[in-house]
Each structure stands twice: as C-alpha cells, then as structure tokens.
C-alpha cells in the first residue's frame, strides 16, 4: 500500500460521521444495532473458550473503542490496545475511566509498528484488523509480535473471510480490505511456526434481519440484551439457530460467501 492510500485509510478510521462506539462491527452483518449488543455477548461466550483462566494479560491490536477490554473487564489483569483511529481511542480512554477499570491501556498508533510497553502476555489478540494489512504487514505483524507472546500462551485471530476466492475491497472512502480464506489466514501464523489450535465460527449469526427491523423487536431485544444478556442472548440465538439450520455462511453478497471465525494458535516447537 502507498503512502497516499494508507493516509486515506486512516482517514476513513477517523471518520467523525460513524459512531466510535460500534465502528467496523457491523459492516457486513445485518448492520443493526441490536445486533451489534447480540454480537459482542456472542463472540465473546465463543472467545472465552479459549482464553486463559483468568487473571491474565493481553495484548490487542487494532482494539477500536476498547469494547474487548470492556466486556473482559476484571478478568484482564494488565491490557494494551493500540489503534491507530483518535476518534476510537478517546472512546475508549473515557469508557475505561467511567468504569474504574485499571491496567487497562489504550495506546494511539499504527499496529505495523508498535512496540508493547510490557515484555510478555498471555494473550495477544487481532480481532477483525488483519483484514486491513497487505500480506507483507501481515506476516510482519506475526513475526514481529510473537517475542511479546508468554511460553504457552495462546494468539487469537477474529477475521472476517471468504468462501472459494479471496477479495479485495478498494473503495473511494478509503476503505481498504482484503477479505482471505480460512486456509490463507491458518497458513500465515503457520509460516511463522505457530500451533493452529482450533477454529470456530465466531457466533451464530442473526438471522431474519427484517425482524429485528421493526420498531418493537428492536427495543424489546435491546433492552433485554442490556439488562438480561444471558437470558436474550439465549433466545436470540436459538430462534437464529433454529430459522435456518443449514446455512452457516455469515453472509451471501451475490455469489460471495462469508465466514467470521475465532482461530486460536499457540507457540509450536519450532518457534525460537
Ligand atoms: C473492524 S474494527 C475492529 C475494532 C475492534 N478490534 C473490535 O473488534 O471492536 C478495525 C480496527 O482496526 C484499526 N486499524 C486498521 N488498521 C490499523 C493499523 N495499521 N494500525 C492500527 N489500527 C488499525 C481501525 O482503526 C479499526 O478501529
């Protein structure tokens, strides 16, 4: 990527007209609201399968408004995030501070060359920001940040990707994206001598968007998300489960099929 392109790019992160709060999490999904709320409790009832018991450290790159720090809270004895949207940082630097949560940092910057102001962690966490590096940045970014990963600690890649043929979005707003197969990202911290652990689709995705569309539903499910997210998660998901069974695509855009998975690695032997 050029220097012209990667400006416009960071532009487009610090974009004033989106909401810093649900920025980039909803672009392909249905785009609603209430389905950012059922997203966030769904991904992370998935990550935690495979999170450390906790307390422990973690690393985020590309950590947005902090909404992973948040929703970990307590079980996060020490978290960095580096992003390089102002906008977004803020955000979270104010949330962070509203909820009294320590050892929690938010770093302004480019993740191509952050250098972790700790030595080591137990998690290092990518989630839905290897999409926006070119190849090169992205091996890079692997290697360069796997002496900041604690012997037996796990990295955890959340991506978006493609079914059959890898695509790349360039478009006018700066948005610059390259949407891999599964095989490709596997085969990326692979190359660097990582473990692949395990896969898994990230939640169960919402379905019957025109649903949760209309006015009602939307509140209903929204105020139940807020104040009883265990007991809506469940049923939001079951009824998604249930309405299509045989479709596990995060979505279809034409003949474009899209898949959103949690991939775990860890520290093979041949990592130096
Ligand atoms: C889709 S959002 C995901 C945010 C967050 N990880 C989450 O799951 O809510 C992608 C984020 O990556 C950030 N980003 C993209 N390229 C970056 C780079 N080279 N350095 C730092 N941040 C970057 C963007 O600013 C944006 O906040």
Request: hydrophobic fraction near 40%.
């Amino acid at each position: 990527m050029d220097d012209s392109k990667k400006a416009q790019v960071h532009a487009y992160w610090n974009n004033e007209q989106h909401d810093p709060a649900t920025i980039g999490t909803s672009s392909i999904g249905t785009g609603l609201p209430v389905e950012f709320l059922y997203r966030t409790i769904g991904e992370l009832e998935t990550l935690r399968r495979y999170l450390p018991r906790a307390p422990f450290s973690m690393l985020e790159l590309g950590c947005g408004a902090g909404r992973w720090a948040m929703a970990l809270g307590r079980s996060l004895s020490y978290y960095e995030g580096v992003d390089m949207s102002g906008q977004q940082i803020a955000f979270a630097q104010e949330t962070a501070a509203k909820q009294k949560l320590s050892n929690i940092h938010f770093t302004l910057g480019d993740i191509r060359n952050y250098t972790p102001q700790r030595q080591q962690f137990d998690v290092i966490y990518f989630a839905g920001v290897t999409q926006y590096l070119d190849d090169a940045d992205f091996e890079a970014i692997i290697r360069r940040n796997l002496p900041y990963l604690v012997p037996g600690g796990i990295i955890v890649e959340r991506a978006t990707t493609l079914v059959g043929e890898r695509r790349y979005v360039r478009d006018e707003s700066g948005y610059w994206c390259v949407y891999r197969l599964n095989s490709e990202i596997i085969a990326a911290f692979e190359a660097q001598g990582l473990r692949h652990v395990a896969d898994e689709q990230s939640y169960t995705f919402l379905r019957r968007p025109e649903l949760w569309r209309s006015p009602e539903l939307s509140f209903f499910a929204s105020w139940g998300l807020k104040n009883m997210p265990t007991a809506m998660h469940a049923v939001m998901k079951a009824f998604s489960a249930g309405v299509n069974m045989h479709n596990d695509a995060f979505c279809h855009e034409g003949d474009k099929v899209y898949d959103h998975r949690f991939f775990i690695f860890s520290i093979g032997d041949n990592v130096t």
